[in-house]
């Protein structure tokens, strides 16, 4: 099958995945390739476009906002988090699992070509928008980075490698987020992202089952092996923390740990939102459980304390501070890319 060919492929004529949870996540503005593969507009790529906020990887880390791809090459996630904003297939009645329906994987230089023409129909509409700048919408066209972390679990992919080397022969740099649980696969990855993320949503195993959720019995004791493979990755890699008031804003000392176990570059504090799935009732969340900007800058503060990294900027309206490992990685923050 040709790269437009799988394009084009509609979801909901592909037995992979329920149709009707094909339709629900296409009313939430997902954009599908393949059998397995989706595009989503981030709502930065979009503000950006129009000459408003870009996002905390512009502000961080030098990525261009409105030359960035939002995508992933797994719909599927073997975890149910408490705070994900996205549709947790269970909560909605659903009995799939990706990993088993999958007899087939699409190639990986077919899901690249697939997802930047997809996401290159979708900014499209921007082009008679006055607000939008021409210039900035030419360099939209020609994207330069995507972001491996729409929904689902990018590991589950097992061409995930070839997928990273695709978007590199493009020049496009690649951002991968993955939720710490599959070390065998991580540790059999030949090509590496740009930029590798893992979720870091606890200290401790007790708090890690009550947030994650893990669809398995050994989620934490996964999540422990996977930071042993993390730390020896050559490449930039980075904790995300997403903090939740009275759930896992706790234990400072034991996030510590963890930081000194996996030895990223760069974490991530960021506060919850309280927005799509994280209403769903059954996950018994609130508004006031959404940190402000003091939380989040008291819990990172006290964690540079604890881990000896330092605290060196933060974004306001994705109300998330980052630390550095040290001078080095803190000066080296700005990713220079090739086009």
């Not at 939002?70 to 904003?85: K, M, R, S, V, Y």
């Not at 690649?174 to 870091?200: C, D, E, I, R």
């Not at 949503?201 to 996964?222: F, I």
Request: glycine share 6%.
């Amino acid at each position: 099958m040709g790269a437009k060919a799988l394009q084009k492929q509609e979801l909901k004529a592909d037995p992979h995945m329920p149709a009707e949870l094909a339709s629900m996540m296409k009313k939430q503005g997902y954009h599908f390739v393949g059998k397995h593969s989706a595009t989503k507009i981030c709502s930065y790529t979009s503000s950006s476009l129009k000459g408003g906020v870009t996002c905390y990887k512009h502000r961080f880390y030098g990525i261009r906002s409105w030359r960035c791809i939002q995508a992933t090459p797994a719909i599927g996630c073997n975890l149910a988090c408490t705070f994900c904003w996205r549709i947790i297939p269970e909560e909605e009645g659903f009995k799939w699992n990706e990993i088993n329906a999958m007899k087939e994987w699409d190639d990986p230089e077919e899901v690249v070509e697939g997802l930047v023409e997809e996401h290159k129909r979708i900014i499209s509409g921007y082009k008679g928008n006055d607000k939008v700048k021409p210039k900035l919408w030419e360099q939209a066209n020609d994207p330069a980075h995507v972001a491996l972390s729409l929904t689902g679990e990018p590991l589950f992919y097992p061409k995930i490698s070839g997928l990273l080397a695709a978007f590199h022969r493009r020049k496009i740099s690649t951002f991968l987020v993955t939720n710490g649980t599959m070390a065998n696969a991580l540790k059999s990855m030949t090509v590496l992202p740009t930029q590798l993320y893992v979720s870091v949503q606890a200290p401790n195993k007790e708090v890690y089952d009550k947030v994650t959720r893990p669809k398995t019995l050994s989620g934490w004791d996964s999540f422990m092996k996977f930071l042993e493979v993390f730390k020896t990755l050559e490449t930039r890699r980075v904790f995300r923390l997403t903090l939740i008031r009275g759930v896992n804003m706790v234990d400072v000392k034991g996030f510590a740990d963890l930081i000194k176990k996996g030895d990223p570059h760069y974490v991530e504090v960021k506060g919850f939102v309280y927005v799509g799935g994280a209403r769903n009732e059954s996950r018994d969340l609130s508004y006031q459980q959404m940190p402000d900007k003091k939380d989040i800058m008291s819990f990172a503060e006290q964690m540079a304390k604890e881990s000896g990294y330092m605290l060196a900027d933060y974004h306001e309206s994705s109300n998330i501070a980052l630390l550095c490992r040290d001078e080095n990685a803190y000066r080296e923050r700005i990713i220079r890319f090739e086009k």
